[in-house]
């Protein structure tokens, strides 16, 4: 059975079942910054003269010497450019991970640590005592 429809000009369309209203897109206007905040960052603001480059242009460097990090500029993009590094090569990655998720392996890792410790300090008891009865014998 093969229904025919026919569009209105207006992108209705007239057939035998009915359709949801559409709702109204509204535009909500963009939140006005607190006037007071807004003039602490401005007092505090200090323009950087900076150069991009790298892949996809995601790296900043100085622009007099394009060094990462340059003692006579006054400028550390290190950091930045790390950040920068993992989101480039993880195209995936939408946010950073909850910190949960950075807790678990940290805490992994210094259980495992603290494992491996125990069984170095086990190891030398034991070398110790061996090498005490040995003597005394």
Known sequence: MSQQVQQAPTGQHSHAHPHPPQPSQQVMPAPQPDPVMQARIEADF??????VGGPSTAFAFCNTHKLE???????DFTALNRVSKILVTNPTLRCPPPPTVVQQKLSQAVTNMKD??????????????????????
Do not use: M, R, S, Y
């Open 69 to 75: 990090k340059c003692k006579q500029c006054n400028v």
């Open 116 to 137: 491996e410790g125990n069984v170095c300090l086990l190891t030398l008891f034991v070398h110790i005592q061996l090498t005490v009865c040995t003597e005394l014998i």
């Open 46 to 51: 200090k323009p950087v003269d900076i150069a």
